[in-house]
């Protein structure tokens, strides 16, 4: 059976896949609006109909990416708040669902932000890696303190999210020193706090975030500065519960050689990670909406959101 998937669904999926929508909090919020979308305008008649078109579209959104774990979380919750039994009441419910899911994700980020700044002092710098709405709540709120930060903000090859990072501080008016990669080591010198986000986190208190990641963590902790890392509880991986590990994504080669540079170079075989995993003994800690945690505890706060349920497919029912 064929589904009705609207537009919208299709163009985030698309915007998802294409980067232009991206970081972990981002993509989930533009999936719920796509499946608030897909409700609004389905034309299902039964409500099997509408409910397997809901799941379709669900399915093909997920499809996009599969590290940021904030993908599956987003369409399981709202999935999960469909209930009635007309069509009518499944769109109101799903409706209802992600405006609840879209002003919680809201509501995490800023009680974060609040919980993070408290580990900022005044006149600190931070050194970041990617771009993380999440890590830069925290930045937010110690402004809103009154406290002073400069920030170093590694470019992040090959996509360069750096580049949105020092855009944002610079419009808080924070002073920004830009850094390829390689120079962080160098850098670390004049950090206070390590700052990035998260794509997912895992029981075992492993943090998934953006290539270079656990490079950055391990030159910090060699240094002495502490790892700190902002990621709502969205970000907690259910699955890695019952021994699953996060697929880490593989992106296309031509983001690191095109095809010119390519044909220079001769036959070279290039890999392109997007993320990687950084051991817990490199974190300091994990700041969520939920309190501030080292990393091997982690698990107890899984445990207590995800009780038995450990995750499936979110369209799974
Ligand atoms: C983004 C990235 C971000 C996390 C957290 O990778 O690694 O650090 O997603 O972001 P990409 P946020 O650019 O490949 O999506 O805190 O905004 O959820």
């Given at each position: 059976?064929e589904?009705?998937?609207?537009?919208?669904?299709?163009?985030?999926?698309?915007?998802?896949a294409?980067m232009?929508?991206?970081?972990?909090?981002t993509i989930?919020?533009?999936?719920?609006?796509?499946?608030?979308?897909?409700?609004?305008?389905?034309t299902?008649?039964?409500?099997?109909?509408f409910?397997?078109?809901?799941?379709t579209?669900?399915?093909?959104?997920h499809?996009?990416?599969?590290?940021?774990v904030s993908?599956?979380?987003a369409?399981r919750y709202?999935?999960?708040?469909?209930?009635?039994d007309?069509?009518?009441?499944?769109?109101?419910?799903?409706?209802?669902?992600v405006?609840?899911f879209?002003?919680?994700?809201d509501?995490?980020?800023?009680n974060?932000?609040?919980?993070?700044?408290?580990?900022?002092?005044?006149?600190?710098?931070?050194?970041?890696?990617c771009?993380s709405?999440?890590?830069?709540?925290?930045?937010?709120?110690?402004?809103d303190?009154?406290?002073?930060?400069?920030?170093?903000?590694?470019?992040t090859?090959?996509?360069k999210?750096?580049?949105?990072?020092?855009?944002?501080?610079?419009?808080?008016g924070v002073?920004?020193?830009?850094?390829?990669?390689?120079?962080a080591?160098?850098?670390?010198?004049?950090t206070?706090?390590?700052l990035?986000?998260?794509?997912?986190?895992a029981?075992d208190?492993?943090v998934?975030?953006k290539i270079?990641t656990?490079?950055?963590?391990v030159?910090?902790?060699?240094?002495g500065?502490?790892?700190?890392?902002?990621?709502?509880?969205?970000?907690?991986?259910?699955?890695?519960?019952?021994?699953?590990?996060?697929?880490?994504?593989?992106?296309?080669?031509?983001e690191?050689l095109p095809?010119?540079k390519?044909?220079?170079i001769g036959?070279?075989?290039?890999?392109?990670?997007a993320?990687?995993?950084?051991?817990?003994?490199?974190?300091?800690?994990i700041?969520?909406?939920?309190?501030?945690f080292p990393?091997?505890?982690?698990v107890?706060?899984?445990?207590?959101?995800?009780?038995?349920?450990?995750?499936?497919?979110?369209?799974?029912?």
């Amino acid at each position: 059976m064929e589904y009705e998937i609207h537009p919208a669904v299709t163009d985030a999926a698309d915007d998802i896949a294409d980067m232009e929508i991206r970081g972990a909090a981002t993509i989930a919020d533009a999936a719920a609006a796509a499946l608030g979308e897909q409700a609004v305008a389905s034309t299902a008649e039964t409500p099997a109909a509408f409910q397997a078109e809901m799941r379709t579209a669900a399915r093909e959104l997920h499809e996009t990416r599969p590290t940021a774990v904030s993908l599956p979380n987003a369409l399981r919750y709202v999935l999960r708040g469909m209930e009635g039994d007309t069509v009518s009441e499944l769109r109101a419910s799903v409706v209802a669902s992600v405006d609840e899911f879209r002003r919680e994700l809201d509501q995490a980020q800023d009680n974060l932000g609040q919980i993070g700044a408290n580990r900022l002092r005044d006149g600190d710098t931070i050194m970041t890696h990617c771009h993380s709405t999440d890590a830069l709540s925290c930045v937010r709120h110690a402004l809103d303190d009154g406290k002073e930060l400069s920030a170093i903000v590694k470019e992040t090859r090959p996509r360069k999210q750096g580049h949105i990072t020092a855009r944002q501080l610079r419009e808080w008016g924070v002073p920004v020193t830009l850094i390829v990669d390689n120079a962080a080591r160098r850098y670390l010198d004049d950090t206070d706090h390590v700052l990035v986000g998260a794509d997912a986190i895992a029981a075992d208190g492993s943090v998934i975030n953006k290539i270079g990641t656990s490079g950055l963590a391990v030159n910090a902790r060699e240094r002495g500065v502490p790892i700190m890392v902002a990621a709502q509880t969205l970000k907690l991986h259910p699955g890695t519960m019952t021994g699953h590990t996060v697929e880490i994504e593989m992106r296309d080669e031509e983001e690191i050689l095109p095809d010119d540079k390519r044909a220079e170079i001769g036959d070279v075989t290039v890999e392109n990670p997007a993320f990687d995993v950084t051991p817990p003994r490199y974190v300091d800690a994990i700041v969520t909406e939920r309190g501030q945690f080292p990393p091997e505890s982690i698990v107890t706060l899984m445990r207590e959101l995800f009780g038995d349920q450990h995750g499936g497919e979110p369209w799974e029912r």
